[in-house]
């Protein structure tokens, strides 16, 4: 637009300002006007000159910029219209393969506009507060918010355009308003009515002579007059008379004739636009006529030449290069698949003889536009994915990498396309005919070449399913979504050591660096995740419902969690948190093959699930775990790949650096620093150096080395360019050697490289982890150590005076009457177990070794409707239906998993079963009387089997149970994880559960040791039922006492109408405890033969669980014949004491034959238990790795049993 002609007058440019402040003042101000003023205050503040001439002239430009944008510029902005704006914008970056700023343009603007608002929350909010606190400040409200953020929007975007008009109007408006010596732009109206105004300025100055005519309404042209001089014509105008008012009256009436023109009437007006429109309908079909008639002859000339048109092998090779970057051509055709074909209506002799060729170009044509297909349709799809567990961030970084490698080909295809066409024109006639790849053969082998990376990822991607073949659907993926990080970092991983292997592959380098790039580049989320699982740590909260942690598609694939395990729980340290793993299933089944984590991540993620199980429970427990120490999430920098550049492109920047001010070509290299900057910046460490060596160049110490041109690592100072932090161009030989490269990608050093940096990681939080557990209760430990030996104490019965005190009390109770019911009901166990503790506390004055809070227990089978059964069992079956529970604090019940507190349970109920056995034969006291025969009988048996239970006791208590609980504590000791403390407990704990003949196949053992502890108490039970002190008589009483009662209330129940089950139920009881009196009524002339059934009937081990007789000797049969002789001796001969005195020497005999057949058994079982082992160690010890450990194991256990064979073979049985 032209400016307007001549400079515009004084006068106009101060009558404007004055105007247009009385509109803006009589106009009542809107908001959108506030902020109008706002921004131009700071527009004219920031364009301005600080010498203004005054606050007036500030005012007029401030006004006239206000009218102009109000008028032309200042249009409220439609939010749809500038997202459709933006949406243009992101559309044509991602066309032309620009995704990140197409995607950084979407999600800009949507974040602006939450921003706007959240500002204008905030300073609402601020306001308020202001308010309530009674304060006058006045807070400012941000000047963009959410109404008026399309406006700031639409700004930037007329900004980034080129100046059209309106923008320079305004800008001289506000720039220039006060010089009226300057030409203004206006718009195409204002020109308009400017060459208006300017025309009638003319007109009334100067009237056409035409308009003199019409006005004098007569002819009084004279052609004749022209030659007339000036004599004349004054002699003319005296003849004709002169008026004075005739020139200022002809003026006004032209004046007014001119308004009138440019004001028509609505009737001229109205026909003034109908011949318009009939004009431009007209020229429209003119218009359309010439174009069809141009086409018609356009195409036929086309179809001629087309016929004549005879193409170059040069021209051949341009088309197949638009081909190969993806774009349609002349000689081939590209359909809507992305496949390209060749367009068989352009062939001629030429092309027919290179169709091989050409068809070779349409196939590696159509690899790349899949390749492209691929890259955009992930690309996509990561912009629009919003939910995190469906994403597949490795395939998107790989994406990323195939798009860079695309672009670098495309623009070497390019570089290409411009040779030839400049070795093409007139001016270069030679260049043609000695260019290198002009044919179409030498094209396919250089694309070949170029592109052998890219050729190698595409087969890769079509194998695995990520593509599919030419012809076929390219945005369906075969391989799911859940496992397709996994199965492309393990493809991409195959692949470069496939690649690595191979020594005489061609362009193996490229291919290697290709390769390389892209598995980093692939591998990149799956260690951030890492690195983020390690900084979070698994969560050990109650409700873990809902982790975030797990919203990351990668930590899914690596870590497995079970819901369904509380905290609490004691396998919830091993079981909550564990590895995936493929099975041998989703192995084979490549459809599905399940989560797991990536083949590169394999060998760490024991470790890293470890270190991170310790950082959530170090977090629950308020412990910091890491500090500052943290993982590094650039794999890049794991890996020692920092610089990617290589020695020879530093070489212009040394020499650059290396120069003084005083070398000619100084200038010419100051001259291109930028490009070698531009060239070198490829990581954001590598730019960073750079830069500081052109800056600092000559203010440092290498400058000063130029004349001696060395470069000494050790000997440079402290500079901007030697920061001891950094390594800058350390590792420049890596990239040199590309196998090396390659190399620290593959396994195992990749693997080894990794755990090396995790260990410190891992050896940080396994020894805060332990000094946690270790530490005791005073320094804010939970000290493991004392509830191990609280543990022992109570369940190994180490405790001696405590134990013994509470056992003593318990037999006492046990032994009275009624005692099976109230010995062992809980609340009398734990009061007992706590007297116990009390008083032998107050008699040493130490701390107690034990809280008795943490101790509870309980008795199983403690049902008062099942009084009578229990009433029928013997005291010491009854003492195994006593349980103990220790409460571990959490964390320490990890330490203490199930399978391990079965075993404490099981030594605790096998300790109390002997020592009842002990402390009975024990209260046995020898009685002041002469001896007879059947006493010396009984105290010989007697003796015997205390000598039993002691041996078995010292076996059990001292050979096994005090040296395992003396290992697990010099173990814990030297614990350094939680993991080793569970492996360290279990093991011990499973040692002593084989020792003490506990598993599955030592049941038979273990059934002699409970009929040793059974036979003990029948010997002192026969000894009491001899001598009249035994309970039997009193319990019998009590039944009867109860009988009695229970009579009378059913009689009562019966006249009163109460319900048959009362009275049943009555009947049933009355039946049970008749069956049991006379069962024992029946059993006691016999010597109780029900009784010692228990220890002549042993289980010997069949696996059906039937249990075998002791065996048919002559034992058996003499009990067989006692029985049957007793059974008909008659009633007086029962009552008289010399039958008392036979039963009981009968007794005595069985019940030593019974405990001698009893040893026999306890050897032959030990001694078979020690060929088992023996023979199980020698298979185990055939693996090298656990031979020496197997070994061992098998000579500590083989010397505690033959310790134990030994006591039982030198003992003497005989009288």
């Not at 066309?95 to 197409?102: F, K, R, T, V």
């Amino acid at each position: 637009m032209a400016p307007v002609a001549g400079p515009s007058t004084g006068s106009s440019a101060e009558r404007a300002p004055r105007t247009n402040l009385t509109r803006v003042s009589a106009r009542s101000k809107t908001n959108k006007r506030i902020d109008q003023e706002t921004i131009l205050n700071h527009l004219l503040g920031v364009f301005m000159e600080e010498s203004s001439p005054s606050l007036s002239s500030k005012a007029a430009q401030k006004a006239r910029a206000v009218h102009l944008i109000d008028k032309d510029s200042w249009s409220p902005a439609d939010k749809d219209e500038v997202a459709a704006a933006l949406h243009g914008l992101s559309l044509k970056h991602s066309i032309h393969l620009d995704y990140e700023l197409a995607t950084a343009l979407q999600r800009c603007y949507s974040q602006l506009i939450v921003s706007c608002e959240r500002s204008a929350q905030l300073a609402e909010q601020s306001r308020k507060v202001e308010i309530r606190r009674g304060s006058r400040l006045n807070v400012t409200p941000p000047l963009i918010r959410p109404d008026n953020v399309s406006d700031a929007v639409r700004f930037l975007l007329q900004l980034s355009k080129p100046a059209d008009i309106i923008a320079r109007t305004a800008a001289n408006l506000m720039l220039n308003a006060t010089h009226s010596s300057r030409s203004q732009y206006v718009t195409a109206e204002q020109r308009k009515n400017a060459e208006r105004r300017e025309w009638l300025s003319i007109l009334v100055q100067e009237p056409l002579q035409g308009d003199a005519w019409v006005d004098e309404g007569q002819d009084d042209s004279d052609l004749s007059d022209w030659s007339l001089d000036s004599d004349d014509e004054r002699r003319l105008r005296m003849e004709q008379g002169y008026d004075s008012d005739k020139e200022p009256r002809k003026q006004r009436d032209r004046l007014a004739a001119v308004s009138a023109s440019m004001h028509p009437s609505p009737s001229l007006l109205q026909d003034f636009q109908q011949r318009k429109l009939w004009s431009e309908q007209r020229r429209s079909r003119l218009a359309a006529l010439a174009k069809a008639k141009e086409k018609s002859l356009h195409d036929g000339a086309l179809q001629a030449t087309n016929r004549a048109l005879q193409l170059s092998e040069a021209d051949i090779v341009r088309e197949s290069l638009s081909s190969l970057m993806g774009s349609s051509s002349m000689l081939y055709s590209r359909h809507s698949s992305g496949q390209f074909t060749i367009d068989n209506s352009r062939k001629d002799p030429l092309t027919n003889s290179l169709t091989e060729q050409m068809e070779a170009v349409a196939y590696l044509a159509s690899t790349l536009s899949i390749l492209r297909s691929f890259v955009k349709a992930t690309v996509f799809q990561s912009i629009h994915t919003v939910d995190a567990l469906t994403r597949t961030p490795a395939v998107e970084a790989f994406a990323e990498q195939l798009q860079a490698l695309l672009e670098n080909l495309c623009s070497q295809f390019s570089e290409l396309d411009a040779d030839i066409a400049a070795g093409s024109t007139l001016a270069h006639p030679a260049v043609i005919r000695t260019n290198r790849y002009t044919t179409l053969t030498q094209l396919i082998n250089f694309s070949y070449s170029k592109a052998a990376s890219v050729l190698l990822l595409a087969r890769l991607l079509k194998d695995m399913g990520f593509i599919s073949g030419h012809g076929g659907d390219t945005d369906v993926s075969l391989i799911p979504r859940g496992s397709s990080d996994r199965a492309l970092i393990d493809g991409l991983q195959a692949l470069l050591a496939f690649v690595h292997q191979q020594d005489e592959l061609a362009h193996g380098d490229m291919i290697l660096t290709d390769l390389s790039t892209c598995l980093l580049a692939a591998c990149r989320p799956a260690w951030r995740s890492v690195c983020h699982l390690l900084q979070r740590g698994l969560s050990f909260a109650i409700h873990r419902d809902h982790d975030l942690l797990f919203d990351d598609r990668l930590v899914q694939h690596m870590i497995r969690h079970d819901a369904s395990i509380s905290t609490s729980d004691s396998a919830f340290w091993t079981s909550g948190y564990v590895v995936n793993q493929p099975s041998i299933d989703e192995v084979d089944n490549m459809v599905n093959p399940g989560y797991s984590s990536p083949a590169f991540l394999q060998s760490i993620m024991q470790d890293v699930l470890t270190t991170a199980k310790g950082v959530g429970l170090l977090r629950s427990l308020g412990v910091d775990a890491l500090g500052g120490v943290q993982p590094d999430p650039n794999l890049g920098h794991v890996l020692g790949l920092r610089t990617t550049i290589a020695q020879t492109s530093l070489n212009p920047l040394q020499s650059l650096v290396e120069r003084g001010a005083d070398d000619p070509i100084n200038t010419e290299a100051e001259a291109g620093h930028e490009e070698i900057v531009a060239a070198l910046c490829f990581t954001p460490e590598v730019a960073t150096e750079n830069l500081r060596r052109l800056l600092f160049a000559r203010g440092t110490q290498l400058a000063e080395q130029t004349e001696t041109k060395t470069y000494v690592e050790d000997v440079l100072p402290q500079t901007p360019i030697s920061r001891p932090d950094t390594e800058p161009l350390w590792d420049v030989s890596i990239t040199r050697n590309h196998r090396h490269l390659s190399h620290r990608l593959l396994e195992p050093l990749l693997g080894r490289l990794l755990q090396e940096h995790l260990s410190p990681i891992s050896a940080l939080v396994r020894k805060r982890v332990t000094e946690v557990l270790l530490s005791p209760v005073t320094e804010g430990g939970y000290a493991l150590q004392s509830h191990v030996q609280a543990c022992h104490g109570l369940f190994f019965m180490r405790r001696g005076a405590e134990m013994a005190s509470w056992l003593e009390s318990l037999f006492m109770d046990l032994d009275r009457r009624n005692g099976m019911l109230r010995a062992t009901n809980h609340h009398r166990l734990h009061s007992g177990f706590n007297d116990a503790l009390e008083i032998h506390q107050q008699s040493n004055g130490g701390e107690a070794w034990i809280d008795v809070n943490l101790v509870r227990f309980c008795t199983v089978n403690d049902d008062m409707d099942r009084a009578a059964a229990i009433r029928q069992r013997s005291r010491i079956h009854r003492l195994a239906d006593v349980k103990v529970e220790y409460e571990v604090p959490w964390p320490l019940t990890f330490v203490f998993p199930t399978g391990c507190m079965r075993f404490y349970q099981y030594i605790f109920s096998t300790l109390l079963q002997a020592n009842y056995a002990q402390w009975k034969l024990a209260s046995t006291l020898k009685l002041a009387k002469p001896e007879t025969m059947h006493m010396r009988k009984f105290w010989s048996l007697r003796r015997q089997a205390q000598w039993l239970v002691r041996t078995l006791i010292g076996f059990i208590q001292s050979d096994i149970l005090f040296d395992g609980s003396q290992r697990i504590l010099s173990a814990l000791e030297g614990t350094r994880s939680i993991d080793s403390a569970i492996q360290v407990h279990t093991e011990a704990l499973e040692r002593m559960e084989l020792l003490c003949f506990h598993r599955l196949d030592q049941a038979k053992v273990k059934e002699l040791f409970s009929a040793a502890w059974r036979i003990g108490t029948e010997v002192v039970n026969n000894y009491e039922r001899f001598i009249g002190t035994s309970t039997q008589e009193e319990d019998r009483l009590a039944r009867r006492k109860r009988r009695e009662r229970r009579k009378k209330r059913r009689d009562k129940a019966k006249r009163e109408g109460a319900p048959l089950g009362a009275i049943a139920e009555e009947d049933e009881e009355e039946e049970e405890e008749d069956g049991e009196e006379q069962q024992e009524e029946e059993q006691e002339p016999i010597g109780n033969v029900r009784d010692h059934d228990d220890f002549e009937r042993v289980a010997v081990g069949d696996m059906d669980g039937e249990a075998t007789l002791f065996g048919h000797t002559d034992v058996s049969e003499a009990i067989s014949t006692d029985a049957s002789m007793s059974a008909d001796i008659s009633a007086n001969w029962i009552e008289s004491e010399t039958h008392k005195r036979e039963s009981f020497r009968l007794e005595c005999e069985r019940q030593r034959k019974a405990l001698n057949r009893l040893v026999e058994e306890l050897k032959v079982g030990v001694d078979d238990q020690i060929g088992r082992i023996a023979a199980r160690s020698a298979v185990q010890a055939q693996d090298a790795t656990q031979a020496d450990r197997v070994l061992q194991e098998h000579d500590h256990a083989r010397a505690k049993w033959q310790g134990l064979l030994d006591a039982l073979a030198w003992s003497d049985m005989g009288y």
